[in-house]
């Protein structure tokens, strides 16, 4: 039997990202005594990452799994008890929250902070899994300085495809836009801002067929969708997804407001979602930054509220 069994919890934590690990930090250095449930992949997206260049405080850079290490064992320095497992059912129809981990164990929270984060759309080839955080990945930003001079391909159609291709010409020497119709869907002012650049070219209505390479990438095979002919780019050396990203938040469908992709909805300038006492944060509320420092900030906003709503709660 799990120790936290039927426990009541000022605060609960439902993902270990670093939207939740900091969230998980301040409400211990609150004295709150967070419980976080880690979830599915804990340490969230950045464990599937190699280097981390971008986050402060790590000026020779660090290892996605470390970054994400480091932030647990400061959480849990201060308090935080950080716990394999997964929330599988919530009630939020009454307080004291009703959770259920693991399908069998069940606690009581008083307030809940959401950071679930999102994962990004893949193709589901089994060599771009393989070769993730070797030359495949779903984030320009994070990564796109790792190619300089070097040929990569962005996969996409829409306004996040142009913007990640655009970013990306700034490193590589060549950037290949792969579309499997014959048209974006991205808005015309992104369209052409790509169109306009002389290092991006166009695959039209192709698909990638798989990644090549066995310890990084080296090179992907195109299909034509029209004529099922394929095509070797033997020079590429990144593969950058840009197909989309589904929030992780199908737990919490009809119990918070959502927008219709699935991102929670939060009060302006805060993490307060429209049910009382629950609070979102990371990459499950964020489609537009998602980065892991905007991530970390929002966590540390999540705490703060909830530390304030509850001492409301006793006014």
Known sequence: MSDFKGKTFDVVIVGSGPAGLTAALYAARADLAPIVFEGPEPGGQLTTTTDVENFPGYPE???GPKMMQDFREQATRFGADCRWGVVTDIDMSQRPFRLVVDEENELFAKSVIIATGASAKWLGLPNEQRLRGKGVTAC???????FRNQHVI???GGDTAMEEATFLTKFASKV???HRRDEFRASKVMQQRLFDNPKVQVKWNSTVDDVLGEDVVQGVRLKNVLTNETEVLED???VFLAIGHKPNTDLFKGVVDMDETGYIVTKDKSSFTNVEGVFACGDAQDHTYRQA???AGSGCMAAIDAERWLESQHD
């Not at 320009?140 to 790792?146: E, K, L, P, Q, V």
């Open 176 to 178: 290949t836009v792969v």
């Open 236 to 238: 590429v050396t990144g």
């Open 154 to 156: 962005v996969i996409g």
């Open 140 to 146: 320009a930003t994070c990564d796109g300085a790792f």
């Open 293 to 295: 420092i905007t991530a």
């Open 61 to 63: 850079g660090v290892m």
